[in-house]
């Protein structure tokens, strides 16, 4: 597959976009006008350096305003047209993006409209360019596809096709189906962008929130095999408008957006089989992971945290024979303590480990995907875990346990006492706290590597603002991962956003009780939250006197019930337990702000001991 994007997705300049691209290994780029207007380099010299780096400058764009206009105000366009031409012609580039007028269109009349982009293809055709109509969605006339595919047809001009943009065409919520139509010769290009489902005006929606391939809600799998089935052989190029995208790093943008395009390509070619174009390649398939194997949390001094593993009734399986690290166990949920290399780091999530179906084919499908490789130090005798680098810097390893109890690594903990028994089942779900930056590419990162889909979005009010949460879950829900992003405080740098772990259990009163029995301290709910749940929700008294007594919280929905309970914050985390009953898929979000809000005060309370 030819891949392409355009330089108005990155940050930087003219040079540093096209570096960025050539070293993610894109095969073209589209010049946006104003980057090459504002570089100090000719456009000979912009022309050269693309060479150097095995680049084609595939399109130049936009041009804005060509049709629909008065005869009077015509030969103006016809002027800008000419200079464009030259400069397309010096710099190599053979297709020019014209968009449907939105701003000097004065007749709504398709003829008129396709004799003047007639008159501007004999132009484009003296000059050996050719011109892509596009039909943008906000288009003061022309913002459907297929009138402009009808006005390109009516123009009838060698030099005159049509470029398809799959966020114009899914954002109207026209159906893609008739692209199929459109002769594959008379498609002069194509460009892709993804973005989330939103309910805002369109030109807002493409200026600041589209996305690449595999982050929204746009179904561009469908969208391309209808492109490729009309007989499009051109380059497949990505136009993403995002704020976020034109602040980071130009180098790291580029190899995101380059695994999209290797993502969206990998599903095309299973979606067609056979009929996949021969340059249309699948990824290795190592399966949607089955469970989670473990999660290791850091520091320079983990006794806290095993501290508050042993009253919740965790069992300390022994420390590992060549580190140091420890294991805790309580049912299936196995949690790695790490003080290796941990100096002045508080606890934290350093990393997950999931159970997969086939590891060497993960391995290979992430190298395929261009993961950052994530190294761990292994000496004889010990298993080695193949894993990569989460966006957010979280370390993702992954093993095939087979038909084994435990995973062959736990054997490597010596010294550890025998299993107790517990409530305690296994990982429920762990929550990821994500810079505002990387969330969309952490949310590719799970789609494509590891095969998790988004499960849900919602927003959760915290005393700061909204909380956005995005859900990574497996189809079987035996994977859960929400992706929480904090809001922004008045500093303009983003507030704390815990991270945690929670684990399901199969009696949560029976472990409330004995933990506190222990000596744990719950998280403290207020007395205010008891007297609304009972208001909400028809609970039995004594039951409702439990869940106080135990600081319980609780939610139901159509399907079943939801009972958890949270511990203090120590270092970046806490921890949850949690039962489902019945079908209960979710997580408690209405007891978010409750619990934000009594995170808060326990930390306001810490920092005037502290003080």
Known sequence: MRTSIATVCMSGTLVEKLHAAAAAGFDGVEIFEPDLVSAPESPEEVRALAERLGLTLDLYQPMRDVEGVDEEAFPDVLRRAKAKFALMRRMGIEVVLCCSNVATATVDDDAVSASQLRRLGDLARE????????ALAWGKYVDDYRRAWRIVQLADHPAVGVCLDSFHILSRGHDPAAIEDIPGDRIFFLQLADAPALSMDVLSWSRHHRLFPGEGSFDLTRFLTHVLRAGYDGPVSLEVFNDTFRQVDVSGTAVHARRSLRWLEDAVARELGSAAPADFETLADGGTPVGFDFVEIKAEDTSSIEALLETVGF????????????????????VVLNEQHARDLDPHIAAVGFDVPDAAALTERAAELGTPFAYRRTYAGEQLLDGGTAPDGTEIFWSS???????????????????????IIAVDHVSLGQPWQVVDEAILFFSSVLELPTASSTEVASPQGLVQSRVIQSPDGSIRIPLNVSPPILSGRPAAMPQHVAFACDDIVALARAAKARGLHPLP?????????????????????????????????????????????????FCE??????????YGAGNAPVRLSAQRAGAARADIVRA
């Open 127 to 134: 000059h050996g360019v050719r011109i892509a109509f596009e």
């Open 315 to 334: 069992t300390p399986r022994g420390k590992h024979r060549t580190k140091p690290v420890t294991l805790w166990t309580a049912g299936d949920a196995r």
């Open 401 to 423: 346990r087979g038909t084994e109890v435990e995973p062959t690594w736990a054997a490597e903990f010596e010294h550890g006492e025998p299993l107790r028994d517990s409530p």
């Open 525 to 573: 709910i207020p007395r205010n939250y008891y007297e609304d749940l009972a208001a909400r929700f028809d609970l039995d008294d004594g039951f409702l006197e439990t869940l106080r007594e135990l600081d319980l919280v609780f939610d139901r929905d159509a399907q079943g019930e939801y009972l958890h309970f949270y511990t203090a914050t120590v270092g970046d985390l």
């Open 577 to 586: 337990f949690v039962e489902r009953r019945g079908r209960y898929d979710g």
